[in-house]
Each structure stands twice: as C-alpha cells, then as structure tokens.
C-alpha cells in the first residue's frame, strides 16, 4: 500500500527540498544561532561593547525568582488558552453542525472575532473591563462585586486568557465545523438506527473521528498561547500585577526591547527553544500515538 | 488639460531634488502626539521659515520608550537620526552609550551657534550635565510633580478648598474629611515611582540610591527602603486600604478621573497643565507637592521628568552645523517662554521664566509658577540633583509591582521596599557588568 516515489539521482530531490532548507536557514537556524551565541554575552544596547559572561545569563536568570514563576504563569496561562478556546469553538460547531437552515448566517458570525488583531483585541477587552471606565466592570460593581485586574493578579490572568480565547475561537470554530462536516452520515445513521442517542454517538463516533483535527489544533493553539498571545498581553496588563501575566515570550520582549537587556533576552530565547522543543515532542510522542487518522 | 497638468508635474519633480540639494536635512526624532505633537511640529516649521540653509525633519516615533529603542535601532543599522528624543529614564543609558552620542557642548562648540551653559536653569541642566558641567543633551521638556485640585469635588464634600495642603499630614486629614464627605475618589496619582519614590527622596533630601543618586558611580545601590520613604509609602497603603487613595495604574491613568471630576486631589506633573486646562469642568487649582513635616530636609527641591534631546554620532560637519544652529533656536527665550506657558512644562533657561513673568502669564493663570519655584527654590543637594541609575526603565516596572503589592495589601512597605532593593539592585550590578 506505501506510496513511495522512486526518484534516479541526487540533483532533482536536493533541488526540491531546497527551498524549504534555505527558508528554515535563513528564519530559523540562523537567527537561533545567533540567539545561543549572545547569550554568551552581556552588550551595551547599542551594540558598541560585548562583555563574555559565559553562562552568566542563565546564571541570572535562574537565580530570578519571577522568572521560575514565569514558567508556571506559562503553563497555566496556555492550557487555560487552549481549553478556553477549543472546548466552546468545538460546541458551538456541533450546534451549528445541526442545524438546517441559516447555518451560514452563523457561520459568518462566529467566524468575525477571528480578524480582530490580537492588540486590537485586547483594547477592546480592556475597554470593558477598564476599573473607572469599563462598561463590564461597572455591571460587576452594582452586583457588588469589585473588578480590579490592575491589582488582583487572579482577575488580570482570567481577562488575558479570555481576551486571547476569544479570537482563537473562530478559527478553532472554523476546523472544527469543516471536520464535523466531513463525518459519514452512514456511520452516524448506523448508530441512530442502533438506538444510540445524541452524546452516546458524539463521544464514540464523532470525538474519535475529530482526534486529528483536535490534535491539529492543540499544537496550533499551544503555539498561539506561547507566542502570538504577546499583542492582547501588551495592552492589557503589560505581564502585572506583579509579573502574574508575564509569560516567557513577553519576558524575551520586555527584557529585551523595552529594557535593552539583549543578553538575557537571548538566554531567554534559547530557553523557550529547548522549551518548544520539549514541548513539540512530547506532543507527537504522547498524544499523537491517540489520534486516529 | 491632463498633458498641461502631467507637463506641471514632470517640471515640479525636476525642480524640487534642486531645492533639496541647497539645504542640509536634519532629522530629529521625538515621542509627541496630538497637542504636543502640534507645538513640535510648529516650532520646527518657525525654525526651518527662520533661515534657508538647514531644513530640520520632526518625526514621530511612538512613545518614550519606542523612541529611544527606535533610536538604538537605528544606530545599529547606521540610519540613525541628528537628534534623538530620551526620556529621562533613559539617561544613564545614553550617557554610557560614549561613540553613539556627540556631547551636546561639542556639537555647540562646533557649530559656532551661540551657547551659554549658564543660561539654564540648574536644577533642569543638572540631570543632563557631567559632574564636569559639561552639557551631554540639551534640556527640552522638563516637568515636576505637583498637587492638582478639584475645588468642586471639596465643595461637594463639604470641605474648605483653601485647606492647607502643603504638609502630608494635613492631606491625610483632609482625606478623611473628604471620605466622610462622600468621596469616591478622594486621591489619585499618575506616575507613583516618579512623584512618591523618586521625587519623594528628592523633596525630603533623602538618597533614592547611594554614590550621589548614581551621578558619582556605576556601582550605586537602591536605598529606596530607607525610613522616610516606607513611611511614606505605609501611609499611602493604609489609604488605599480605606479607599482613600484609589490606584488607577502605571503610567499617567489617573489624569482621566482627575479631569472628568471624580477625584479631589490628584499628584501629576506640572505639565497635566495642559490637559487639564482644556477638559476639566470644574474649578481647580494648583499646589506644590505636599511633604512631610519633620522628616529629613523637607521641603528641598522637587526633581524633573521629561525629556532631552541628544545628538546622534555619525553625521557630516556641515548637518552638525545645522543640529547646533536648531538646537539654539529652541533654546531661545521666545521659544521656550511660549512653550512653557502651552504645556505647563518648565522653562530651560532663567531668561524665559522671567520672559513669561514679565507678560504677566503667572499673574493670569496663578498656580503656573508653583512647579518653577518648587524647583528652584533651593540648591539642589547630592540627594536632589536627579537620579542617574542603569536600566532604569526596568528597575521602574520592578518599582510599579511592588508598588502594587502595597497598594493590594499584599506586601507591607518594608518588605515590598526590601523586594524592590535587591531585584534592582540585581539589575545595576548587570548594567555595571555591560558597561564598566
């Protein structure tokens, strides 16, 4: 059954994966080299001097407790993103999958939030929930509960990860309906005329059957969370109070272009590189052994 | 009727690289928008009106600290602007920064434009100037904190509006007034590291951080846990514990509530003027910054915020000429007094001060002169001549948090203070390392 194509010399295959070497030189192993050698250094941020300080970034890093929390404000702040995001996107494709009439309607609405830039995202969030000003955080106060993420490092994380999810759950939405779409209608009636009902027939026909669109969208979401949450962070709580919305990526950027610190934010980056890489392969190793194709 | 019109246009573009060859360009950048942006802008278009031989370039590069790493950027690339616009903040930065800059006194040496150090106010040029007196950058927005009130929220409240206010003691008494009064919004600060850390010290003439505020050394540490400042800072917690003190957030937030009236008192720069002047709806007046009564030296002088203009390295003689020339013409009495009495920000040098006293300014809107006089009252001490510390814009994010576990409840002052000390700390030890 394998496919395979035979092909006779070297020339054409090495012409043909070229393209993609050259991208992945020139965007990744270049600049990742360049990450791991500056972390070797402490420069002046105009980039006059270089002191060798061998390991002394990670030195200084480690020794930092904030940054230790950062890895757990990471975690929380990702699987809370990614659960936020896939669990309302995969029921409201199912709703939607169901209906009949004016699903395109929908359809179209759900996919909106999706071209909000994540800056513009979080703006709009922070509007609403804006302590003196924000229309949501007024509500909270009548019902006597007062909101203030600018302190309340528990409220700052849930806005965050809301405003975050928020967007993402279009697009999850969207591959969600496609595969919901993509379900044998035999198989479900099969199961129909058996006497299963509705959930009996999602949890064992329609879950196992979207386990590659969900494993497609764990990763996407988990790289999401990790590294294009950074706009909606900025604008909101630019990681306070007290670093408890710091997450690595945004420390790579606070540390390194607000602060002009571009030896620990190049420790920084390399440490989130063999994070991601961890990350990448305990994913296709532990989950991906779960999908069905 | 499209010919003559592609005829007018194909002689328009022959002409203008002409006029452009004839005049050397001098590109300043700088992190003002809206009416700040519009003064800019205007004193630029004066200055190139002015003369025929240089024609400055103004461009907008986001806020303070997007200016500077633009700036930083940009040297890196070799694009660098003549002028940059630097925060404070970023001070100590450029000042380590020796083969990026070019010594504001250099460039005025050069150029022949006329230049005299002494003309600038002391407390302004200070922050600016080498322990030497030489001018590294030249002062060009300054402020300094001051007290903002809102005469109807007193009234409101059933409190005088004359009050005494120039004491904390007296402000904490009339906080309680005020709250009982039925303030939602009795105080609100902007920029709480600058006014209640930064300008505290100053004010009580007590050290922010050792080695003279960092003016005489790299190796300086944080003494922003001393005894004046924890109480300071205790007392301000047990007010936003009571709801007196109401945090709003980092940077200038606060300015919102003070100007659609909510709140009573409100600590901001001098150059809120403007703001203010322009939105509130409510009668207010200006105060000097409270003190402490009997603690340290209090009241000495107040320090600056703001900014300063640098001279980026790596231009042509003949374009310095024209940095040096633009650099003189803001400087210039008339240009600085109109500036001053715009923005609320002070005057750079003594003679527009008393430009604007003699037009009667302070006299028409009283308050303007407190921010002057609170700086230049008396010498400043090695205490209250500026701070100069590396990496200050992190150790000021360090500063805000720790801040905020006070202000939550989180932290008492002492331990947050402590916190703040060893973390910064941490960080002027790195800055030593990138540049001892």
């Known amino acids: ?293 | 009727m499209q010919k003559r019109l592609l005829g007018a246009l194909a002689v328009t573009t022959m002409l203008s690289p002409i006029a452009a060859i004839a005049q050397t360009e001098v590109q300043f950048w700088h992190a003002f928008t809206g009416r700040l942006g519009e003064l800019v802008a205007a004193q630029v278009e004066e200055f190139n009106a002015s003369q025929s031989d240089y024609v400055v370039v103004q461009s907008h590069k986001g806020n303070y600290s997007e200016t500077l790493n633009s700036g930083i950027a940009a040297f890196r690339a070799g694009e660098q602007p003549h002028i940059l616009m630097v925060f404070e903040v970023g001070t100590a930065t450029m000042m380590s920064a020796q083969g990026a800059t070019k010594p504001v006194f250099e460039v005025m040496a050069q150029s022949g434009a006329t230049f005299d150090a002494d003309s600038y106010i002391g407390s302004v040029k200070g922050y600016y100037t080498t322990t030497e007196g030489e001018m590294l950058s030249l002062p060009f927005n300054s402020s300094t904190p001051v007290l903002w009130v809102n005469r109807d929220a007193f009234e409101a409240a059933g409190v005088d509006p004359d009050t005494d206010l120039s004491t904390w003691q007296n402000v904490g008494a009339t906080l309680d007034a005020l709250k009982a009064g039925g303030s939602d919004c009795p105080l609100v600060t902007a920029w709480q590291s600058w006014i209640h850390l930064e300008n505290f010290s100053a004010y009580h003439d007590v050290p922010f951080a050792s080695k003279d505020n960092g003016f005489a050394g790299l190796d300086t540490e944080l003494m922003l846990n001393g005894e004046a400042q924890v109480a300071h800072l205790t007392a301000m917690g047990d007010w936003a514990q009571d709801g007196k003190f109401i945090y709003t957030g980092r940077r200038n937030e606060g300015g919102a509530n003070f100007r659609s009236g909510e709140c009573a008192l409100f600590t901001e720069s001098s150059a809120g003027y403007a703001g203010i002047k322009a939105e509130a709806e409510f009668d207010f007046d200006v105060r000097p910054l409270p003190y402490w009564e009997g603690v340290g030296n209090a009241p000495q002088n107040t320090i600056i915020g703001g900014a300063s203009l640098w001279v980026m390295e790596g231009h042509d003689d003949p374009e310095y000429a024209g940095v040096g020339e633009f650099l003189a013409f803001l400087s210039s009495s008339d240009v600085q007094a109109s500036w001053h009495q715009n923005t609320g920000y002070l005057p750079i040098t003594m003679a527009a001060g008393e430009a604007t006293r003699l037009a009667g300014f302070y006299d028409e809107n009283p308050g303007t002169d407190i921010a002057v006089t609170q700086m230049t009252a008396k010498e400043p001490t090695a205490n209250s001549k500026g701070l100069r510390l590396g990496s200050f814009d992190q150790i000021r994010g360090i500063i805000d948090e720790e801040l905020e576990a006070i202000w939550s409840g989180d932290k008492t002052a002492q331990e947050a203070m402590d916190s703040a000390k060893a973390r910064g700390d941490a960080l002027l030890r790195r800055f030593e390392a990138a540049n001892g």
């Open chain 1, 1 to 293: 059954m394998e496919k395979r194509v035979k092909f006779r010399g070297w020339l054409l295959p090495l012409l043909l994966i070229a393209p993609q070497v050259v991208i992945s030189a020139v965007f990744f192993f270049y600049p990742a080299g360049q990450a791991i050698w500056q972390s070797l250094f402490i420069p002046d941020p105009f980039g006059l001097s270089m002191q060798y300080v061998g390991l002394g970034n990670f030195e200084f890093l480690l020794s930092d407790k904030f940054y230790r929390a950062s890895f757990a404000t990471t975690a929380v702040f990702s699987i809370l993103v990614t659960l936020c995001s896939m669990i309302p996107a995969l029921f409201l494709a199912v709703i939607a999958d169901r209906l009949i009439k004016g699903s395109g309607v929908y359809r179209t609405l759900l996919i909106w939030p999706y071209a909000v830039a994540p800056a513009v995202a979080g703006v709009l969030w922070l509007f609403m929930f804006n302590t003196r000003v924000g229309v949501v955080s007024w509500y909270l106060g009548q019902l006597g509960y007062d909101w203030n993420h600018v302190l309340n490092g528990g409220e700052a994380m849930g806005l965050v990860v809301v405003a975050s999810a928020w967007g993402r759950i279009s697009y999850n939405f969207l591959f969600f309906f496609a595969a919901l779409q993509a379900v044998p209608k035999s198989v479900i009636e099969a199961a129909a005329i058996d006497g299963a009902h509705f959930w009996r027939r999602f949890w064992t026909i329609v879950l196992p059957l979207l386990s590659p669109t969900t494993f497609f969208l764990l990763v996407v979401n988990v790289v999401y969370s990790f590294f294009e949450t950074f706009g909606v962070i900025h604008t909101i709580t630019a990681g306070g109070p007290q670093q408890t919305t710091t997450i690595l990526v945004y420390k790579v950027y606070s540390d390194g272009f607000v602060s002009q610190d571009l030896g620990s934010s190049a420790a920084q980056s390399v440490i989130l590189l063999i994070v991601v890489g961890l990350l990448t392969v305990l994913q296709f190793k532990f989950i991906e052994k779960r999908v069905h194709y």
